[in-house]
């Protein structure tokens, strides 16, 4: 159970990051693309730090995501290596 719970919660994870990766940001009605494309002609002054916050934003969200899952991964097969052993 709780493999699925880790495994589950990873996956979530990870689709929130691309969720955020792919959602554009806006500054001041201005839109400057998103972490994938940013928007071209944009004024780097302006979109930078934004959209540098929110690529971080979706690194650890995929960090902690594949994270979660080989762990949830790594649990299952510690589960099943102790149940042939003992049998």
Known sequence: MLS???GAVGV???IAGVVFAVRPVTID???CGSVFQPDKG????QCDPRL???GDV?????TG????MLTGFAVAAVRDRRTRVAS
């Not at 944009?42 to 002054?45: A, F, G």
């Not at 995501?65 to 979660?68: E, K, N, Q, S, Y």
């Open 4 to 6: 699925k719970v880790l």
């Open 12 to 14: 979530v994870l990870l």
């Open 29 to 31: 009605g201005r839109d």
């Open 42 to 45: 944009i004024t780097p002054m």
């Open 52 to 54: 540098e916050s929110r």
């Open 58 to 62: 979706v690194v650890g969200l995929g």
């Open 65 to 68: 995501g594949v994270a979660l």
